[in-house]
């Protein structure tokens, strides 16, 4: 029974595997999919969580203090009555009983500038967590556009081999006919190898891409994934612009909304750190009681429990005042610490700033060149169809050799490699400018 329970576990998790394998993914479940199950991402919402509950500490902080103490204590020899302070020579115990509360009124607005800190951290937390959840996105959209590009490589080395099949069973039927030499079918042959090779190279490539998906989604028990058909993307032409670009990136990057948060934060810290120069002041109540059994009434008998926790119990009430006077200057010295801190939080937000104004503008020039690269490809590829069509004929006719037509439709096949290159670069371009711009081209939630 337990081996066929196995067996069909087994079956099962093989079924599984390939209903898995089968699935035809789009880009939006492949990056749902990633932000799920991506193990870095997984770090990140944690120390979000911990930015969280450490700021909701903070706001606990405000509340009082209240402690409760209990003793229970055996002398042996002589001691000191802990009721009379008579000094007896007899073994006794006692035991004691406090409850102490305390509050702080007043640390020069401590409290107040630490839960505001908090809470900026904690918003820095989020943001950082954002932006990891859009550089995912961003490599999950780069690894499924390249399984789009080697798809149609592996289509047009595929129609590359199906020209040099048909041409290998034209030169054979010619030589037969006595109309081409011997060595024109070896050439023809060698170039229907060539691009039988070339076929299992883009296949070997295409096979790598999917790699390269699966591995950033974390997608487990597979090794090859089937991405749902695309129309082929209409590029859009755009005239953009880097510095409007860059303005909405400003508002928008989590990574910058992240460091604008610490920036904030620091200020609040220099405000806890010079909060430390001021009086503090607090206030503390307690109540205790306790029980001896060396109280005795006048009989000599150990007074009652219950009669000694009533009538031994003490009370207070008290106010506590610290003024610092005098710390080897370490308050002040923690001040411009803090100050420095904020000068460095504030000198990241340029380095960020400048790295983000110069990848944008890297990627609008890389944009303009690429529209124009397209334009030209396209026209490349009419050209170079047109030529291949002319050799051909020609070669049908006698007119050329194997090799002159093979040179004509390698360099129709190149064009359209260097075409379908463009459109994917340009796809991934406009799609990351999107990005900076603050468009919803990833289904990712927006922090609120």
């Known amino acids: 029974m337990g081996f066929k329970k196995g067996k069909l576990f087994f079956l099962l998790m093989l079924i599984s595997m390939y209903l898995q394998a089968q699935e035809n993914w789009t880009l939006d479940n492949c990056i749902s999919y990633a932000l799920e199950h991506n193990l870095t991402l997984r770090d990140y919402q944690y120390q979000e969580n911990s930015g969280k509950e450490i700021y909701n500490q ?11 103490f209990a003793d229970y204590n055996i002398r ?11 000094i007896v020579d007899t073994d006794f115990f006692s035991n004691g009983y406090a409850l102490n509360a305390s509050i702080d009124l007043f640390q020069g607005f401590q409290k107040i500038n630490t839960i505001k800190a908090r809470k900026l951290v904690f918003k820095a937390t989020q943001e950082t967590a954002q932006q990891q959840r859009f550089l995912l996105a961003l490599r999950v959209m780069t690894a499924y556009h390249d399984i789009q590009y080697y798809e149609g490589l ?41 691009d039988q090779l070339g076929v299992t190279q883009s296949e070997n490539q295409l096979q790598a891409a999917k790699l390269s998906l699966i591995q950033e989604m974390n ?10 058909p695309v129309a082929t993307n209409t590029i859009i032409e755009t005239k953009n612009d880097t ?8 508002d928008f ?22 909060g430390k120069l001021y009086p503090s002041l607090s206030f503390t109540t307690g109540y205790g009681t306790g029980y001896y059994e060396t109280t005795r009434d006048t009989l000599g008998v150990t007074i009652p429990f219950k009669t000694q926790i009533r009538d031994n119990a003490s009370r207070f009430v008290g106010f506590s005042l610290s003024v610092p006077i005098f710390n080897a200057w370490s308050t002040r010295s923690n001040i411009k610490q803090q100050k420095i801190a904020l000068k460095r939080e504030q000198n990241n937000l340029e380095i960020q700033e400048q790295e983000i104004f110069k990848a944008i503008q890297q990627l609008v020039q890389e944009e303009k060149a690429l529209q124009v690269e397209l334009i030209q490809s396209e026209k490349q590829i009419l050209a170079q169809e047109q030529a291949f069509g002319v050799a051909q004929k020609k070669y049908e006719k006698g007119l050329l050799t194997i090799m002159e037509l093979n040179l004509a439709k390698s360099m129709f096949a190149t064009s359209q490699n260097k075409n379908l290159q463009v459109k994917q670069l340009l796809q991934i371009n406009q799609n990351t400018l999107s990005f900076y711009q603050g468009l919803p ?8």
């Open 58 to 68: 903070a706001i606990r902080d405000m509340l009082p203090r209240v402690n409760g």
């Open 76 to 86: 042996y020899g002589r001691s000191t009555d802990p009721y009379t302070n008579d």
């Open 154 to 194: 592996l289509a047009i080395s595929k129609e590359q081999l199906s020209i040099s099949e048909a041409n290998f069973k034209l030169a054979k039927k010619q030589i037969e006919l006595g109309l081409k030499a011997g060595a024109d079918l070896y050439e023809a042959e060698s170039i229907l190898f060539s």
């Open 219 to 228: 997608l487990v028990n597979t090794n090859t994934i089937q991405l749902n």
């Open 243 to 250: 510095d409007s670009i860059y303005q909405k990136a400003k």
């Open 253 to 274: 990057v989590p990574l910058l909304k992240a460091q604008k948060y610490r920036i904030e934060a620091a200020q609040k810290e220099v405000g806890i750190a010079k």
């Open 441 to 448: 081209i990833f289904n990712i939630k927006s922090i609120n």
